[in-house]
């Protein structure tokens, strides 16, 4: 398997634009978490999904950020309009989670470096 | 006060000395997970433990339930072991997904 994939790898765009990240879970896995990382706040869950349904999303900044996973294999995160302070480093994971709670191959992404100048 | 704290925060270290970082938490938790992260790059999962001790090579990680505290140690350190180290929780209280909470992480510099 590839492992969670992630694009773009680097962002660079200006302030106000919509900015789509996306990520490619581990096929076979049912949980897809979205996690941002900053110097200040370090690692912190925005979002995550359990068999496509979004669970928790109080990480969620405001409402300009939006995550969707119209299916197993695919999620994006989007930011619109987008702010110097989005800029961090977006991390995804993907696991696979069992009805008893256990869980299993917790696996991140490289990271999309977003920076809003 | 963080659910999940780790020291130290910063650890410069020669090569081939034993290393060790630790990680306390507050709260019941069902897993825990060591994570590395290279300078600019992913993150890597180490070790997920819930009980016990785990071993992968010159890494060895502990858990103890009751004290609620978990070690990472790594020996015979090398240079190319210098990452934040970080420690994540999946928290009991958790009754779908699994989602992590994190530690600030450790920064382990080790010398030639």
């Known amino acids: 398997d590839a492992g969670v994939i992630q694009s773009p790898r680097h962002e660079v765009t200006e302030m106000g634009q919509e900015v789509t990240l996306r990520c490619k879970p581990i096929?076979?896995?049912?949980?897809l978490f979205w996690y941002r990382q900053t110097m200040m706040r370090g690692l912190e869950l925005l979002i995550y999904?359990?068999?496509?349904?979004?669970?928790?999303d109080s990480g969620m900044p405001e409402d300009r950020f939006s995550a969707k996973m119209p299916n197993a294999s695919f999620s994006t995160l989007k930011i619109q309009p987008s702010e110097p302070r989005d800029s961090a480093v977006y991390f995804c994971?993907?696991?696979?989670?069992?009805?008893?709670?256990?869980?299993?191959?917790?696996?991140f992404g490289s990271g999309t470096r977003l920076t809003v100048v | 006060k963080n659910e999940v704290e780790q020291s130290p925060q910063n650890l410069t270290a020669q090569e081939g000395e034993f290393i060790t970082i630790n990680c306390s938490y507050s709260v019941g938790i069902s897993a825990l997970h060591w994570l590395q992260q290279h300078p600019g790059g992913g993150i890597v999962s180490l070790f997920m433990?819930?009980?016990g001790k785990k071993k992968h090579g010159r890494l060895i990680a502990t858990i103890n339930i009751q004290e609620k505290h978990s070690s990472l140690h790594i020996t015979a350190s090398h240079p190319r072991d210098s990452a934040v180290y970080i420690c994540a929780v999946r928290l009991k209280k958790e009754t779908s997904g699994s989602r992590l909470t994190f530690g600030e992480g450790t920064q382990l510099t080790v010398n030639p």
């Open positions: 433990l819930s009980s």
């Open positions: 994971a993907s696991s696979l989670n069992f009805a008893d709670g256990s869980n299993y191959g917790y696996t």
């Open positions: 999904f359990n068999n496509n349904v979004p669970i928790d």
């Open positions: 096929s076979g896995h049912n949980s």
